[in-house]
């Protein structure tokens, strides 16, 4: 069995947290790889055909001269315009006001790339016609003078070229990086499930020992692998959890030892203890007839002969519940009828208000109902106040009786502590008033009854108009059984 939160939550998470971590960075590598790559790319691819256009265009130029006359005719600007053309690039010829292109129904140029061709420089530009990418290189011819300086010959000569080859180009290595890129991502994933398993199967080992450990089985190991932080962790558990089984080793030892002394000295107190009574009945008898204070004495061994025996008789019946002895005597029981009888056997009828529907019958162990309605009634009467009721209700396969009293209830701080053994609410009250084992035997009783899987229950709690409450909670159908198991 998985501990919860663990293999099916935090380690998840954990998986989930580490996919993304490596998808993340797969992704940012891929991006940033694949968009520089794609800039640097599309810089060079550009750059080479720019540079090849100037060259190719240049190259053309060096068919145009030498110039016969200036200013050209229309018809030289025509000729000269088809004979720089070429099949990859279109020209345009300008002198002045006068125009010449070949092959293009649109004049492309635009103002800045055409003023810095007056200036004497060679120019280019890359501008969209119909949608479509392409390379303007603008320069100016110039004539030698006889002096053999250079000066402008007012004839001006651009080239238009087609940039689609180089934008496909680039689509297909933009393409390419990022099928790479996606390629690197589904690897960093790939490599995020291999990295995760090996993380997270340490992780979810050490879960479930630890579960496994907080339900009681100390016994638990975990197998260290490696030197790494995971293989300490595990090293620290596998010491944590062998000095946890020695104390708690040692604990239950002295538990065992604690508990068989208690039942020891119990039992060996019996048989002096039913002496004692013995000659404490006789001295009842005599008490009245005692003189002063010889009286009382006797009557005070006597009582607390009575509450000596009492104590041991509990502290017998919580040893048999401690060492899992303890066994229902199942009998088929009229409720109402063994309720009546405990409050008439301790001459409880006057002093107790009872509604107990007759019929209601049930297979369990009477002497332990009686045990815990006596404790119930007894204390109620002790500490609570007039009137107390008692309440008998039936389901199916459940019955419920409910103990009353109409007093100032039980404190908050008390209520968690009431079947506690030994406790007393009020630290003042005499020790003669009881043991504090009587509700932790009541409610060791009620869960010695089981039907079905679910045990018998004894509560405690305070009524809306004032007073405590205990319900008890019994099968109808108790099933034989030991006591232990789950507390």
Same mark, same amino acid.
């Given at each position: 069995m998985n501990p919860p939160g663990w293999a099916g939550g935090r380690t998840s998470g954990l998986r989930v947290r580490l996919l993304l971590a490596f998808a993340l960075l797969g992704v940012t590598t891929t991006a940033v790889v694949a968009s520089g790559s794609y800039f640097q790319a599309r810089r060079v691819i550009l750059q080479q055909a720019q540079d090849a256009a100037v060259v190719s265009l240049t190259d053309q130029l060096a068919k145009a001269y030498p110039l016969r006359q200036l200013p050209p005719t229309q018809d030289e600007l025509d000729t000269m315009a088809q004979l720089l053309s070429d099949r990859d690039e279109e020209v345009i010829v300008y002198y002045h006001d006068m125009r010449a292109q070949n092959g293009l129904a649109l004049d492309p140029l635009t103002s800045e790339l055409r003023q810095s061709v007056r200036d004497g420089r060679v120019a280019w530009q890359r501008v969209s016609i119909d949608g479509q990418p392409v390379l303007l290189i603008g320069t100016q011819l110039m004539l030698d003078q006889p002096d053999g300086t250079p000066r402008p010959s007012g004839l001006e000569v651009y080239a238009v070229r087609s940039l689609i080859p180089e934008q496909q180009s680039i689509e297909r290595l933009a393409t390419l990086a990022w099928g790479t890129g996606g390629l690197s991502l589904v690897l960093a994933v790939l490599l995020a499930l291999v990295a995760a398993g090996? &993380?997270?199967?340490?992780?979810?080992? *050490?879960? @479930?020992?630890a579960h496994r450990l907080g339900e009681g089985d100390l016994t638990t190991r975990l197998v260290v692998r490696g030197t790494d932080e995971l293989a300490d962790v595990a090293r620290t558990f596998?010491?944590?959890?062998?000095?946890?089984?020695?104390?708690v080793g040692e604990l239950r030892r002295m538990e065992s030892d604690a508990r068989r002394f208690v039942a020891d000295v119990s039992h060996e107190l019996r048989t002096p203890l039913a002496a004692m009574t013995a000659v404490t009945d006789v001295l009842d008898e005599e008490a009245d007839r005692l003189p002063g204070d010889a009286g009382r004495a006797a009557r005070l &061994?006597?009582?607390?002969?009575?509450? *000596?025996? @009492?104590?041991?008789e509990d502290l017998i019946e919580v040893s048999r519940f401690d060492s899992g002895t303890a066994r229902l005597a199942l009998d088929d029981v009229d409720v109402a009828a063994a309720v009546t009888a405990t409050l008439r056997v301790r001459g409880w009828t006057d002093r107790v208000r009872a509604d107990l529907p007759p019929g209601v019958m049930a297979r369990l162990d009477p002497r332990r109902l009686d045990v815990i309605v006596a404790n119930l009634v007894g204390n109620a009467l002790r500490h609570g106040a007039p009137a107390v009721t008692v309440r008998l209700a039936a389901e199916p396969h459940w019955f419920t009786v409910e103990v009353r009293d109409h007093g100032p209830g039980l404190d908050p701080e008390v209520l968690p502590h009431v079947f506690d053994r030994f406790y007393k609410a009020d630290t003042a009250r005499t020790r003669s008033e009881g043991s504090g084992l009587g509700l932790a035997i009541a409610w060791e009783n009620a869960r010695l009854h089981r039907y079905a899987g679910q045990r018998g229950s004894l509560v405690a709690g305070?009524?809306?108009?004032?007073?405590?409450?205990?319900?008890?909670?019994?099968?109808?159908?108790a099933e034989a059984m030991r006591a232990g198991g789950v507390r």
């Amino acid at each position: 069995m998985n501990p919860p939160g663990w293999a099916g939550g935090r380690t998840s998470g954990l998986r989930v947290r580490l996919l993304l971590a490596f998808a993340l960075l797969g992704v940012t590598t891929t991006a940033v790889v694949a968009s520089g790559s794609y800039f640097q790319a599309r810089r060079v691819i550009l750059q080479q055909a720019q540079d090849a256009a100037v060259v190719s265009l240049t190259d053309q130029l060096a068919k145009a001269y030498p110039l016969r006359q200036l200013p050209p005719t229309q018809d030289e600007l025509d000729t000269m315009a088809q004979l720089l053309s070429d099949r990859d690039e279109e020209v345009i010829v300008y002198y002045h006001d006068m125009r010449a292109q070949n092959g293009l129904a649109l004049d492309p140029l635009t103002s800045e790339l055409r003023q810095s061709v007056r200036d004497g420089r060679v120019a280019w530009q890359r501008v969209s016609i119909d949608g479509q990418p392409v390379l303007l290189i603008g320069t100016q011819l110039m004539l030698d003078q006889p002096d053999g300086t250079p000066r402008p010959s007012g004839l001006e000569v651009y080239a238009v070229r087609s940039l689609i080859p180089e934008q496909q180009s680039i689509e297909r290595l933009a393409t390419l990086a990022w099928g790479t890129g996606g390629l690197s991502l589904v690897l960093a994933v790939l490599l995020a499930l291999v990295a995760a398993g090996g &993380v997270l199967r340490p992780v979810r080992e *050490l879960g @479930r020992a630890a579960h496994r450990l907080g339900e009681g089985d100390l016994t638990t190991r975990l197998v260290v692998r490696g030197t790494d932080e995971l293989a300490d962790v595990a090293r620290t558990f596998n010491n944590t959890a062998e000095r946890l089984e020695r104390q708690v080793g040692e604990l239950r030892r002295m538990e065992s030892d604690a508990r068989r002394f208690v039942a020891d000295v119990s039992h060996e107190l019996r048989t002096p203890l039913a002496a004692m009574t013995a000659v404490t009945d006789v001295l009842d008898e005599e008490a009245d007839r005692l003189p002063g204070d010889a009286g009382r004495a006797a009557r005070l &061994v006597s009582q607390e002969t009575h509450n *000596l025996t @009492r104590l041991v008789e509990d502290l017998i019946e919580v040893s048999r519940f401690d060492s899992g002895t303890a066994r229902l005597a199942l009998d088929d029981v009229d409720v109402a009828a063994a309720v009546t009888a405990t409050l008439r056997v301790r001459g409880w009828t006057d002093r107790v208000r009872a509604d107990l529907p007759p019929g209601v019958m049930a297979r369990l162990d009477p002497r332990r109902l009686d045990v815990i309605v006596a404790n119930l009634v007894g204390n109620a009467l002790r500490h609570g106040a007039p009137a107390v009721t008692v309440r008998l209700a039936a389901e199916p396969h459940w019955f419920t009786v409910e103990v009353r009293d109409h007093g100032p209830g039980l404190d908050p701080e008390v209520l968690p502590h009431v079947f506690d053994r030994f406790y007393k609410a009020d630290t003042a009250r005499t020790r003669s008033e009881g043991s504090g084992l009587g509700l932790a035997i009541a409610w060791e009783n009620a869960r010695l009854h089981r039907y079905a899987g679910q045990r018998g229950s004894l509560v405690a709690g305070n009524a809306p108009t004032g007073g405590a409450v205990f319900t008890l909670r019994l099968p109808r159908a108790a099933e034989a059984m030991r006591a232990g198991g789950v507390r």
